[in-house]
């Protein structure tokens, strides 16, 4: 079934009027990014969609494909209607087969709600059981790019990644998972674990065991173990620290009578809730690692134990980092992400 697409420009340059005289701004080369989310169990993975787009649309990244790691059949029909609404209908998308978190969520059936009879929010890819298995369109994704080139943000499980590395060559690419991987990617960032420790309602510390990591923990446990590239993770209280303000929901997407990231967020949890932003991070960063969003902590090496507890050992030859956060930081981070997930479509 051909993608829907939209008629919208991306552009290689903007011009900018600076006192009567055009200048022409040339962007860097665009960031080849995979998505790999677990779209439908919480609201934060639509608004990272939004950020996404909205750096596609500056010029500074291309979404190259989105893989779906909860197993439900609206969850890649969702996915589909964000791209569509931002003009990126054909983006390639792909789901597993894992029964892991089957149910529907608060937010994806928005993807079967219609008005007069029309889709709400446009869309051609009707169920997940129409969509490529995510390990298909990763390969086909991987073995178009130029070495040493993509950037992922797993922002869900481990599920897809952990299967991509056992993947066999094939008529895609001669090139098994793992070496597509390492000749390919450059590096990850994954939404997953905890680097401090957690203060409960009681006010007591303890070692969080994070939602990503546990829900599958084989996947997980892989991933950290085996992975061959640089691992950027954003751990539990990065998002905790950045809560995503309603006003922003109830305000800044009222440029279009139905927006599919502040209906979702309403319907996942309604204002006045500020919601984590815990995927954005990911993608912020991979894309723009140099604007001081974040601080990195030394290298060193991310362990995921039995129990999920995931812990860090200092390491100069290491191959993990995580993200850190300070007060200033946080006050520029946070405004960054409501302007790009707000920002309307070209």
Known sequence: MPRTKRLFAIPVFWIAIVVGQSVVVRADTPVPLIFDTDLGNDVDDVLAMGVLHALQSRGECELLAVTITKDHELAAPFADAINTFYGRGDIPIGVCHSGVTPHEGRFNGLAEVRDQQEDRFAHDLRRG??????????????????????????????????????????????????????????????????????RNAQGVLYEHKEYNVIKDLQSAQKLSKEWPTPILWSGYEIGIALRYPHQSIEQDYGYVMHHPLSEAYVAYNPPPHDRPTWDLTCVLQLVRPDRDYFGLSPRGSVTVAGDGVTRFEEDNSGRDRYLMLDETQSIRTLEALQVLASQPPL
Not at 151 to 159: D, H, L, M, R, Y
Not at 166 to 189: C, H, N, Q, Y
Request: hydrophobic content about 50%; overall charge negative.
């Open 129 to 198: 059981s129409d969509a490529p298995d995510a390990i298909e369109v990763l390969r086909r994704a991987l073995a178009d790019a130029k070495d040493n080139s993509v950037v992922i943000a797993q922002v869900g499980f481990s599920t897809n990644l952990a299967n991509l590395l056992d993947a066999p060559a094939d008529d895609i690419s001669p090139f098994t998972g793992r070496e597509l991987i390492e000749r390919k990617v450059k590096m990850i960032s994954v939404m997953a674990g905890a680097f401090t420790k957690i």
